[in-house]
DNA sequence: CCAAAAGTGTTGACTTTACACCCATGC
DNA sequence: GCATGGGTGTAAAGTCAACACTTTTGG
């Protein structure tokens, strides 16, 4: 039996007992949903875990990068394309302990990612995900270790967020202050005060004003601004 | 044939062509040598890439967890016992690019570590692994993706060492003012105010007077430290 | 004219940087 | 007594946090 054909059958019964770890990626897919941040998870369907919650993710295809195992699994759960504009991805940890998935040893690279919710809700199925408030997650029973994972992913973007210009991967192109502070708000559960937020913002050089502003609403209306494109991210983020 | 089996005979050939990627471990350890920043490197005898330097790793063995595989492989290249003090050890990023091992989809779970010198010296067999000064590797011929894995290590132990008590693993138990300050240029390269730089360090809280000066050398006695045993610690680091 | 969100400056506390001289010791 | 590294303070600049009122619009 070749290596291939044996790995497939153990992996159909839920079993793995290879002699080397199987490598998995899971993802933690981060959007703001009615004001809340939120992560995407699957329900299972099968055993182990059944009916519990878990993180997108899948067996790790070799003859592809990280990165392209991201986009493939993205696109199965999802129907987002990460290549387009409105996704940020990054690399977030590898989880090895032997014991952290029930059918053998399981390495699992894992990816977050934050998302524009206009671009979910206009290709996933809301049928087969659900989009939970991270700060509800305690009320819902997660899969394996997914759990911490998405609690250490919700830290590190919360640190990415207040170095970098991750936030406009989550808004339109074109956003009032109040859009961005709202932002930063509920990504990091703390209130900002409206004036110094926006002398910090405005003193870090990574908007702009366009000049135009925004007539829809039924109160003033707001100078919209855009993220210049000049990148300030501080860390090496993507390499491999 | 067992994949078990399977596997060690395509290992022992140089070959991997498994429909799942192999998992590996590399480790970046860096130490201060010589009053260098330094990162230890093992020389490869078989192709590919034989009479490269590469950094010490292995295949990733299953049953143990990602911290067992640093640690074996730790003690294999430099007989050093990675949960005795003086050993700061941290994942760095995973690397999957399909094409980065010509043997076949290698998937490698990167680890640094920053080890004290006489813990090194005390051990390591220096016949077997070279101590090169990061400064110095353009001069070197590095195998595979091992420059790029290294400067992304030098990177963030730079960071951490700006925001934690890291530099304790690589000084002794006791250590006075101007050394603390030497491993920071050493790291960082970039000269510190000596004044400031008390300043800052005391105020931080993490170290105190040990009320014992070292008269062992030829010029004024300098006041010892030692670390508080509070953690500093900023960034969850170690889950797995 | 009222409700609602947009927009705007100043002050005090704290942190960071720049900078130069005396001290204790071994030889 | 001199060479060497150890040790010390202050002032100016910059950053951060707190805080309240006016403006613009639609209804």
């Known amino acids: 039996m070749s290596i291939s054909n044996e790995f497939k059958e153990r992996y159909s019964n839920g079993i793995f007992n290879l002699s080397i770890p199987v490598l998995a990626l899971d993802l933690v897919i981060f959007t703001i949903y009615q004001n809340e941040f939120c992560v995407l998870l699957v329900e299972r369907t099968r055993e182990p875990e059944a009916g ?19 986009d493939d699994i993205l696109k199965r759960r999802t129907n987002i394309d990460a290549n387009e504009a409105g996704v940020y991805k990054e690399q977030l940890y590898s989880f090895g302990e032997p014991g952290r998935d029930p059918r053998g040893h399981i390495v699992t690279v894992t990816y977050y ?6 671009r979910l809700l206009k290709t996933a199925d809301l049928a087969k995900v659900r989009i939970i408030p991270v700060s509800k997650l305690p009320e819902f029973e997660l899969a394996f270790d997914h759990a911490r994972i998405i609690a250490y992913a919700k830290e590190r973007m919360g640190y990415k967020l207040e170095y970098t210009d991750v936030a406009k991967n989550i808004l339109s192109e074109r956003f009032s202050l109040s859009e961005l502070q709202h932002v930063y708000e509920t990504v990091l559960s703390r209130p900002f005060d409206k004036r110094n937020f926006r002398k910090k913002i405005l003193s870090l050089g990574i908007i702009r004003e366009t000049g135009v502003t925004d007539k829809s609403g039924s109160k003033r209306p707001a100078m919209l601004y855009e993220f210049s494109n000049r990148k300030r991210e501080l860390r090496i983020v993507e390499i491999a």
Not at 113 to 118: L, Y
């Open 52 to 70: 519990k919650l878990m993180l997108p993710g899948g067996i790790m295809k070799s003859g592809h990068s990280l990165e392209a195992n991201f």
């Open 113 to 118: 990612a934050f998302v524009a919710k206009d």
